[in-house]
């Protein structure tokens, strides 16, 4: 230990260092004590990581000059506002042409939705993965699994309607643009009207900022409630920001504040309305 090891702390210092170690799995205690079994010679003291060279660079749009898409985007606006119900939608969405992902590598169907369309809870995640291009639905992998089993878990299963920011998958699995969303958005507002839901669960930083219309980080935004608007200041809705599944795959310690975050949204969901 460190000259700040425990012993040295103060109590709020202990209480972060107790709140980081049972994020890190450290749930019991065995000796009162440390024990440091390097110093003892009984763990052989690790030999220095081997250098490992950084990840080639995800193919990424951004960097990259932006297609001008304000044209797209007033056509997405007329197509949405001219379906009357999510049927027509969907096939609105399946015509449109004026998404540049549709022709950047998907497997040209439109991945909109699943679920309830009278859900009380509307589910936004990124945008398709491989898997969901295949088969033209969203949150079919390995990420949207775990999504599944947590709605299962918090009571939610027969209570979601699911969609994405943007409806094919960005090449390579990476972020949709600003512009790919701008595109998409008028849609996804559309379903959001369609289906009115009471709550937006906002699933990763890329849908929570195009959702929320932020820069903020989704370390900062998740876990307090925010308010999504219809384009038209019609509606609004609250809209809960959340880690996304598939970081959650990668980050399993961090399963418990996506949990508290589904816990305050059920909170919500299921509180008795008072009328004011
Ligand atoms: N990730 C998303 O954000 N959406 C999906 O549909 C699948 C994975």
Redesign the pocket.
């Known amino acids: 230990m460190t000259p700040t090891g425990p012993a040295n702390l103060s109590p709020a210092q202990a209480e972060a260092l107790l709140a980081f170690w049972a994020e890190a799995g450290v749930d019991a205690m065995l000796f009162d004590a440390p024990v440091d079994r390097i110093a003892a010679g009984q763990i052989a003291r690790p030999a220095p990581p081997a250098r490992i060279p950084p990840p080639a660079p995800a193919p990424h749009a951004a960097g990259r000059p932006q297609p001008d898409v304000s044209a797209a985007v007033i056509q997405a606006q007329a197509l949405a506002e001219a379906a009357g119900d999510l049927e027509a939608l969907a096939a609105a969405i399946a015509a449109f042409e004026g998404c540049p992902l549709r022709f950047e590598g998907a497997a040209s169907k439109a ?1 909109f939705s699943r679920g309830d369309s009278g859900a009380p809870v509307m589910v936004i ?5 491989q ?2 291009d295949q088969r033209g ?5 390995r ?2 699994q775990l999504l599944d089993r947590m709605l299962a878990a918090a009571g939610l299963t027969d209570r979601v309607f ?1 969609t ?2 943007v409806f094919w998958r960005p090449p390579g ?1 990476r972020t949709p643009t600003p512009g790919e969303q701008a595109v998409c958005a008028p849609f996804v507002a559309r379903a959001i009207v369609l289906v009115r839901p009471k709550v937006l669960l906002l ?2 930083g ?2 929570a900022k195009a959702m929320l219309n932020t820069t903020e980080g989704i370390l900062s935004l998740r876990g307090r409630w925010h308010e999504w608007r219809s384009p038209d200041g019609a509606l609004e809705i609250p809209a809960m920001p959340t880690l ?3 970081f959650l795959l990668r980050q399993p310690a961090a399963k418990k504040r996506a949990w508290a975050d589904l816990m305050t949204l059920t909170e919500r969901l299921d509180r008795p309305h008072r009328p004011a």
């Not at 995640?125 to 993965?129: C, F, K, Q």
């Not at 639905?137 to 992998?141: I, L």
């Open positions: 991945v995640g990124e945008g398709p993965g898997e969901e639905q969203p949150f079919v992998g990420a949207g699911i994405n920011t699995n699933a990763g890329a849908s996304h599944p598939a």
